[in-house]
């Protein structure tokens, strides 16, 4: 039920002109894409290093609540117009995108992974002033660091693997397969 409406939304975005127009532009879906992945680097980069300090890995020596700071606004500007190109992209392939395993895992992998953030921030925020200055930050810091490094890596694996066709639904695979990927008309097929 999920992935029929999940696939019937899909098909009205792609139904509209902008999208054709966009994913079959000369240029554009270009521009948008290198945008996207540009933007992903600075958004990445600066939370690795966040990460990094916040896992008593780097800058030491430097308080974590400055490192976090300094970082915050490249972070921030980076993540909001990486997510506008992501959405961008989505809407250029609706469809396909939809029925990739690898997109699906991308998206329950973000999810957790802004969810993560959220509480990592809180925590980062209420310890403030304890740690700060500590070389190794508490456990539960370390933990979160690590979870968000994790998962935004996972992010970017299956981001990557999204090109790739090797679970499309134009393939013979498993029921269980179709019904991750969302392959709609393949799951009906099969039963």
Same mark, same amino acid.
């Given at each position: 039920? *999920? #992935?029929?409406? &999940? %696939? #019937?939304?899909?098909?009205? *975005?792609?139904?509209?002109?902008?999208?054709?127009?966009?994913?079959?532009? *000369?240029?554009?879906?270009?521009?948008?894409?290198?945008?996207?992945?540009?933007?992903?680097?600075?958004? &990445?980069?600066? *939370?690795?290093?966040?990460?990094? @300090?916040?896992?008593?890995?780097?800058?030491?020596?430097?308080? /974590?609540?400055?490192?976090?700071? =300094? %970082?915050?606004?490249?972070? &921030?500007?980076?993540?909001?117009?990486?997510?506008?190109?992501?959405?961008?992209?989505?809407? /250029?392939?609706?469809? @396909?995108?939809? !029925?990739?395993?690898?997109? =699906?895992?991308?998206?329950?992998?973000?999810?957790? +992974?802004?969810? #993560?953030?959220?509480?990592?921030?809180?925590?980062?925020?209420?310890?403030?002033?304890?740690?700060?200055?500590?070389?190794?930050?508490?456990? #539960?810091?370390?933990?979160? /660091?690590?979870?968000?490094?994790? %998962?935004?890596?996972?992010?970017?694996?299956?981001?990557?693997?999204? +090109?790739?066709?090797?679970?499309?639904?134009?393939?013979? &695979?498993?029921?269980?397969?179709?019904? +991750?990927?969302?392959?709609?008309?393949?799951?009906?097929?099969? !039963?």
């Amino acid at each position: 039920m *999920l #992935n029929e409406w &999940l %696939l #019937n939304r899909a098909r009205w *975005l792609d139904s509209m002109a902008w999208s054709t127009d966009l994913h079959e532009s *000369l240029y554009m879906y270009a521009w948008v894409e290198t945008t996207h992945v540009l933007t992903l680097t600075v958004f &990445l980069g600066m *939370l690795f290093i966040i990460d990094l @300090r916040m896992l008593g890995l780097t800058f030491t020596g430097v308080p /974590a609540s400055k490192i976090a700071d =300094r %970082l915050d606004i490249p972070m &921030l500007i980076g993540m909001v117009i990486m997510v506008v190109t992501g959405f961008i992209l989505y809407f /250029a392939i609706p469809v @396909r995108s939809t !029925q990739s395993i690898w997109f =699906r895992i991308k998206v329950v992998l973000m999810i957790a +992974a802004i969810a #993560n953030a959220f509480l990592f921030r809180a925590k980062m925020k209420a310890a403030a002033g304890t740690w700060d200055l500590d070389p190794k930050p508490p456990k #539960n810091i370390r933990v979160g /660091a690590g979870l968000s490094l994790a %998962l935004w890596s996972g992010v970017v694996i299956t981001g990557r693997t999204i +090109a790739y066709d090797w679970f499309d639904c134009h393939k013979e &695979l498993p029921y269980f397969m179709y019904w +991750a990927a969302g392959c709609v008309d393949e799951m009906a097929a099969f !039963q």
